[in-house]
């Protein structure tokens, strides 16, 4: 049986997969991304992202996001959007532009209300609003947007997200906030700021990009401290890394720690459900992002199946 149809069965909304355009001439691949009892949400890795959507100031591209949409409806799979206001994957003119505080809000407003318009009632979560506005000591990333209007930012995006789409969630989307610690308080902190001033916030997405053997041991508890806050949650990125090469210790080590993952986001009705950061080894970002790291996904290189795919079976 498929992992999203174990997710339904425990009550989850799904269980999903990102996926990124070049992979989809990818025959085998295919197969298996299109199954629907297998991955019931998508998520696009790359192709909602600035500067694939605005590649000029006003000029909107969708065609590369569309076909991710197209997939997903078709196959009668829901969609998150990914994302909406980052400080990587800009387009230079927003990376580097010279805008007043004023014209960077309206930037953003329109990027965002543009974006999250386009896909208006398609996508399920508008993940990502903002993603990653901290640094790990919890201070805000110095990019172009905070830089220019500090932390007006968020709010302006978040609300020209819910003016295009109502009934879209909207999530701020972090990595390194699995546990407790500085970067966990200040979101924390932002939250609760958010919602003290009425801007719309309705979840944290917990990216969740993990090394074998070092899932956070205070996870649920720190899942707890944001459900406090009133916020729901998804885990919107998961991948479990290890050094290379892999050993069958690795991967039974590997095993564990999604079954743990799983069963941290079962702990908790404000958990709506899983998504990993790509399905096959063949496809992950990890090699390219850490050296001689990799082996992170659930499927191998060749497609088959990994003890970490019976991890999330045995954790749902
Ligand atoms: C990654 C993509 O998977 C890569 O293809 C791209 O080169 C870089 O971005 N956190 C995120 C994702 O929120 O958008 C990133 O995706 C991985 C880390």
């Not at 998508?42 to 076909?67: C, H, L, R, Y």
């Not at 003016?163 to 970067?183: H, Q, R, S, T, V």
């Amino acid at each position: 049986s498929g992992l999203h149809a174990l997710a339904k069965a425990a009550g989850k909304l799904y269980f999903g997969t990102a996926t990124d355009n070049p992979e989809l001439t990818d025959t085998p691949y295919v197969a298996i991304l299109d199954d629907n009892m297998m991955f019931g949400q998508i998520t696009a890795a790359n192709s909602m992202k600035w500067d694939a959507t605005e590649p000029e100031q006003g000029v909107f591209t969708f065609d590369q996001g569309d076909v991710i949409r197209n997939l997903a409806q078709g196959n009668g799979q829901l969609l998150r959007g990914h994302n909406c206001v980052w400080h990587e994957q800009l387009p230079d003119w927003v990376a580097f532009g010279n805008f007043t505080f004023d014209e960077l809000i309206s930037i953003v407003e329109n990027h965002c209300g543009t974006l999250v318009g386009h896909y208006t009632g398609q996508i399920l979560d508008a993940d990502k609003i903002r993603a990653e506005p901290f640094n790990d000591d919890g201070t805000f990333q110095e990019d172009v947007f905070f830089n220019t209007t500090g932390t007006a930012y968020i709010p302006a995006a978040l609300n020209a997200a819910r003016a295009a789409d109502a009934n879209a969630k909207l999530y701020i989307n972090e990595f390194n906030i699995e546990f407790a610690g500085p970067k966990a308080t200040a979101l924390q902190n932002l939250i609760t700021q958010l919602k003290a001033d009425g801007v719309p916030i309705d979840g944290v997405g917990f990216q969740s990009h993990f090394i074998v053997g070092e899932v956070p041991g205070d996870l649920v508890q720190n899942f707890q401290s944001f459900v406090d806050l009133g916020v729901e949650f998804a885990i919107t990125e998961l991948d479990v890394r290890m050094t290379l090469p892999e050993t069958d210790e690795l991967l039974a080590q590997q095993k564990q720690d999604y079954e743990t993952v799983i069963n941290a986001c079962l702990a908790f009705t404000e958990c709506v459900g899983v998504t990993i950061w790509d399905f096959t080894d063949k496809f992950s970002w990890v090699p390219g992002a850490f050296p001689s790291q990799g082996a992170a996904c659930p499927w191998d290189d060749n497609l088959v199946r990994k003890p970490a795919f019976d991890g999330i079976v045995t954790g749902f």
